[in-house]
């Protein structure tokens, strides 16, 4: 069974530092979400990433995947305290039902 | 505007009262899913469904009901809650399900606690 690893779970960084969040998995997929959640809100989608080698890019936030490496990061440049939140990895299963797997989440705190 | 929205947003109740949390969508999506939320377990998903009258189970339907009658609402239906139902739900939709690789729009969340 597909299992979603991030790590790490908890970060605190300062504001202007740079930061990579990583996703692996352990089962093929070539589909793989990035999600943001700030405290006590909802979710919401930052990337999709539908291919070995995707890459997207939205302000300070950049994600890739290497599908081979069963890899996804999610690269943070020069944090600003906006970023806090927790952000979520999922990764879409193939399987006997087709569903996404969630990886438990990385709680980012950005400190001035 | 675009949205999922969620009924109620908190709901306190107690153990086997029979409650619905209603989820609607405007954006004419396929497929509905919900989720629940749990420190330290993340997301888990407890039923989807494609499209009207398919629906499926996730990985916690245990104690939960869903139905699909219109392509717009998914109510979520506890029979017969229990304490460790306590929980925040969402419900999300998106345009194709997972196989369009189509990103999934959340709902605010329903805060429930079962005493």
């Known amino acids: 069974e597909l299992k979603v690893e991030q790590n790490p779970l908890f970060l605190s960084m300062q504001e202007g530092k740079n930061y990579t969040i990583y996703c692996n998995y352990s089962?093929?997929?070539?589909?793989l979400y990035w999600y943001r959640q700030d405290p006590g809100k909802s979710l919401e989608s930052l990337f999709v990433l539908l291919s070995n080698g995707a890459v997207k890019q939205e302000g300070r936030l950049m994600a890739s995947l290497d599908t081979k490496a069963r890899l996804s990061t999610l690269h943070i440049t020069a944090a600003v305290h906006d970023l806090s939140a927790t952000y979520f990895c999922a990764v879409d299963w193939a399987g006997n039902n087709r569903k996404l797997i969630w990886g438990l989440g990385t709680s980012l705190a950005v400190n001035p | 505007e675009a949205q999922v929205t969620q009924n109620p947003r908190y709901l306190i109740t107690v153990t086997g009262k029979k409650l619905t949390v209603t989820c609607s969508q405007n954006m004419n999506h396929e497929y509905m899913s919900w989720y629940r939320q749990d420190p330290g377990l993340g997301l888990r998903q407890i039923y989807y469904s494609m499209n009207v009258e398919v629906t499926d189970k996730g990985d916690v339907p245990e104690g939960y009901k869903v139905s699909r009658k219109e392509k717009r609402n998914f109510p979520l239906i506890l029979e017969s809650p229990s304490p460790n139902q306590t929980s925040l739900y969402f419900c999300a939709s998106s345009s194709h399900g997972l196989a369009g690789g189509s990103e999934q729009y959340f709902g605010p969340g329903t805060r429930l606690t079962v005493t």
């Open positions: 089962t093929t997929s070539d589909r």
